[in-house]
């Protein structure tokens, strides 16, 4: 028996509000069966879910395809939701039986007509230059029993909605962070169950965010515009079949609302007393409330969400309430997290309470602020009175573990209640790692966090500061780790297509995207390069081609920028580049490493040419594989003859400039040999200690291994004190952070001015950690875990090993063991309608190793071939569950 499940449309089960007119569905198979194989499917499009009569179906279709099968044959229609269901056929020519229903529906697509404006509070209530924050609202009535609503909607600024005094929808930091002079994404809801029959009211709070606040440390404001503003459509369908719109237009009113600051970096602020309750429902009534003013700003910029929104994740409570050496109360969550405080109070109208973020005490245990330069991170709350009273914030969000509390009385303190709100996109995490050693899996949980406190709509550097960017270079870096640990394919779809909006008309791609930094900030080496690696990664993580179609011309444009540079356009020679930042090896008083910048760019142009030419193959642009073949050849050429002597030796004896010519493949093979035992050998002038910054770190191990060193990426990853990956966990670190000694031994800090410690960058080292000693790694023949390699490296220091991850065909897990005895148990799973090449480290003889219950390779189900390789047996298998055992050899893990 097998079954069909799992049902998606562009990544997400039942989304409402897609804008993709030609959708990918993607299903899951459930089999018992060994070599489970899909032959073929069909799909049918009805508008109902008894499909009595389909409107469209694909008819029986010979394929394997089962991850993003695109809808090409007809576009879909704005406001529209579609019912779909799978069958598909295996090897034996078996059908199943139709999956369950499932559906997609669409929002209005970009170019519709909108029948609403953009409306604001008038200045004459509300100056531009005002911190007070709007309210928004109008009363209406419906005419007769409704069949469904929805509610279109966008902001300039952020937005949050109610309906008859209940919020709407469960997303935070509506519409998102986007380039906001060339996209607006708008959000769809489904309102039918939250309307009265007869009269009604919807209302609307209004905020800052990105497009109005402040962004960068200068301190910049409105940067995108200085007037906020909604735009809505309730599109109401009643039961008998007619329609009616209810938009923002000059009847809605506007009011001060209890919202008297608000930034991003610097928290809210906010008076109980001007709470003006009630103010969404349709029988509210006040003399507070002025008239609306519409403002002229377009609708061609706007279209559905693409990414997964924020929401409020998880909740954590507090772990211990310190009293520091200074006085203070302060609240300790045990988590470096991002989002904000929930608390309740009671007590005299007009009393101020406040809560300060802080990630970290100082050396005597005082909270520890320094790091935040000029954000204030800090919510003020004055009490109405009258009872118990709970607050969180709107449009603001924190990077914190610790919070000092401010003006609490000691009954307050007492009888207060506190909770984190843990707040990011919302990604469906799909990766996990465990082993034998605690302060490794410590390490991938501080990666983890990392992942979620800085993937809150865009892929940002920091939480807390006044910066929380999204800056290129740490998204290249760290992409590969966040597509192991979480499915971020339609957030870094909708964050590439930013970066291509933002891009210079000669191809240069911003420090930072969305783009805010100003005209200079465009095209360092390394961070430019997000525009070629990050899609490309999608591509092999998620088997997206779309992605690759979309993105190809920026893809293109920046390649042709770097071309563009110096007189010699084949090196890469001209221009500022942020080369190995914070490398260890940089002079006194320099964030830059040691390693010349212009080698590390020349070194990312040949990778990006390289990805180029692999793109342009997988798009079947022959003219364009052919050229970027050429290129790369030229490029490659013309790096050996400016960094590598005529022995083979590097110019640059640094560990960085060894690992880029080593991963980036641009030495021949005797000059490789060269560079991978000297690289050895800088290690061990290090003591087995990195010296590597941005650019060197994410690569290191990986190099290592792919060069038959593994013993020195095992020494890497386990040493414990400073520099390496452990230290950090040894000062008590539940995040990543910036410098690997943010906290130095004597308990003092970096720089106050660049000391983040949630900051993912050095956390790429996750992406070793499951690659690598987990051993698994999709392929770029067959991304996406069509094809699985399983091969996992033991080492000395870790005794087991697990990774599992959840791929859009099913579960992929690689668990091996190695007893003390030499005895040697590997357990793999593959998904159904996949297939894997498993190879066994430390056994050279396939009729050693049995499968199951003692079952010789050559006799056990699934199991298409096993054969003795060089570095151990390889087995090629269909889906299964397989276990095997065999006495193991270290001979292996140095092969």
């Known amino acids: 028996m097998f079954s069909v499940t799992d049902l998606r449309c562009e990544y997400q089960h039942n989304p409402i509000g897609i804008g993709e007119k030609h959708p990918r569905l993607s299903w899951k198979l459930v089999s018992d069966e060994r070599a489970f194989r899909q032959t073929a499917y069909e799909i049918e499009v009805s508008n109902d879910d008894r499909f009595a009569v389909p409107f469209w179906t694909s008819g029986k279709v010979a394929s394997s395809q ?6 090409s044959e007809w576009s879909v229609s704005s406001c529209k939701r579609y019912i779909y269901r799978v069958r598909v056929w295996n090897q034996a020519g078996e059908v199943s039986e139709w999956s369950d229903a499932a559906y997609w529906e669409t929002g209005k697509l970009q170019g519709e007509k909108w029948i609403g404006e953009w409306i604001t509070a008038p200045s004459s209530l509300l100056p531009a230059e005002s911190p007070h924050l709007p309210l928004l609202r109008k009363s209406f009535s419906l005419k007769s029993p409704i069949a469904k609503a929805r509610i279109y909607a966008s902001a300039l600024g952020l937005y949050e909605l109610e309906l008859n005094g209940q919020r709407v929808g469960d997303c935070y930091f509506t519409p998102g962070w986007t380039s906001y002079e060339h996209a607006i994404q708008t959000q769809s809801y489904d309102v039918t169950d939250m309307l009265n029959a007869g009269l009604n009211g919807i209302g609307a709070w209004l905020g800052n965010g990105w497009y109005r606040g402040q962004l960068g440390w200068e301190e910049r404001s409105a940067i995108y515009g200085n007037r906020l ?28 609302g209890p919202i008297t600051m608000s930034e991003l970096y610097h928290g809210e602020t906010y008076d109980a007393r001007l709470e003006l309750e009630g103010f969404s429902s349709g029988d509210f009534n006040s003399n507070d409330w002025q008239g609306i003013e519409t403002i002229d700003h377009g609708f061609d910029m706007l279209k559905p969400q693409i990414n997964e929104p924020v929401r409020a ?68 709350y004055t009490l109405k009175g009258g009872g118990q009273e709970t607050y969180e914030p709107r449009f603001t969000f924190q990077g914190f573990r610790y919070v000092r509390l401010d003006g609490f009385t000691e009954e307050q303190l007492s009888r207060g209640v506190f909770e984190a709100v843990v707040l990011h996109s919302d990604f469906e995490e799909i990766g996990t790692f465990q082993c034998s050693d605690p302060m490794v899996n410590q390490l991938q949980s501080n990666i983890r966090w990392g992942l979620k406190g800085n993937f809150l709509d865009v892929p940002t550097d920091c939480p807390q500061r006044d910066e929380r960017l999204g800056w290129t270079g740490d998204a290249q870096m760290f992409i590969g780790t966040a597509a192991y640990l979480a499915n971020v394919a339609p957030f870094f779809t909708k964050w590439l297509s930013d970066l291509a909006a933002d891009q210079r008309g000669d191809g240069a791609v911003p420090f930072v995207v969305p783009h805010v930094l100003g005209d200079e900030a465009y095209a360092s080496a390394a961070w430019g390069d997000a525009a070629v690696i990050c899609p490309w990664t999608v591509y092999v993580s998620y088997g997206d081609r779309r992605i690759l179609e979309r993105q190809y011309e920026s893809m293109k444009s920046w390649v042709s920028y770097i ?60 003219k364009d594989a052919a050229l970027y073949t050429e290129l790369k050849d030229k490029v490659v050429a013309a790096f050996r003859n400016e960094f590598v002597t005529p022995s083979g030796r590097l110019a640059a004896s640094t560990q960085t400039a060894h690992v880029l010519a080593l991963m980036f493949g641009l030495l021949d093979e005797d000059a490789e040999k060269r560079a991978a035992k000297r690289l050895y050998s800088l290690l061990e002038e290090s003591r087995f200690h990195l010296t590597t910054g941005f650019v060197g770190t994410p690569y290191i191990n990986h190099a290592l291994s792919q060069h038959g060193m593994h013993d020195a990426a095992y020494k890497l990853l386990l040493q414990r004190d400073y520099p390496s990956w452990l230290y950090p966990v040894t000062k008590g670190a539940t995040t990543i952070w910036e410098h690997w000694d943010g906290i130095k031994e004597d308990g003092s800090f970096w720089s106050r001015d660049m000391n983040s410690f949630n900051h993912y960058a050095y956390g790429a080292i996750g992406e070793w950690l499951y690659r690598t000693v987990a051993g698994i790694q999709t392929v770029e023949e067959a991304p996406g875990y069509k094809h699985t390699v399983i091969a996992p ?93 065999y006495v193991y050899s270290d001979h292996a893990v140095q092969s």
């Open 313 to 380: 994740i998880q909740k954590v409570q507090p772990v211990e309430c310190l009293i520091t050496p200074k006085g203070e109360t302060v609240i300790d969550f045990g988590q470096n997290l991002v989002g904000w405080v929930r608390f309740s109070v009671s007590g005299a109208e007009g009393a101020i309470v406040t809560l300060q973020h802080a990630e970290i005490l100082d050396s005597e245990g005082n909270l520890y602020t320094e790091n935040l330069r000029t954000a204030k991170q800090t919510i003020q």
């Open 563 to 622: 071309q563009a540079q110096g007189e010699n356009e084949y090196l890469w020679n001209t221009g500022f580049h942020f080369g190995d930042w914070l490398g260890l090896d940089a002079k006194s008083g320099d964030y830059v490493g040691a390693t010349e910048r212009d080698m590390i760019a020349s070194a990312f142009y040949c990778y990006s040419v390289e990805l180029l030419r692999k793109t342009a193959i997988v798009l079947g642009q022959e």
């Open 229 to 256: 503003a909604l735009l809505l459509e309730l599109h109401i369908t009643y039961a008998d079949g007619s329609e009616e719109v209810i938009a923002t237009d000059s009847s809605w009113q506007s009011a001060k």
């Open 793 to 885: 490296v033991p080492g000395e220091g870790l005794t087991w090993a697990e990774g599992v991850i959840d791929t859009l065909y099913g579960s992929v897990r690689s668990s091996w063991r190695l007893e003390s005895g030499g005895e040697f148990q590997i357990e793999v799973t593959i998904p159904p309608n996949t297939t894997a090449e498993i190879r066994l480290p430390g056994v050279f003889n396939a009729s050693s190793v049995t499968e199951g219950e003692a079952i010789p390779l050559d006799e056990a189900r699934g199991i298409q071939s096993a054969r003795d390789g060089e570095a151990g047996v390889v087995i090629q298998a269909g889906s299964g569950a397989y276990t095997f055992r």
């Open 66 to 71: 089962s991850v993003h099968v695109e809808l």
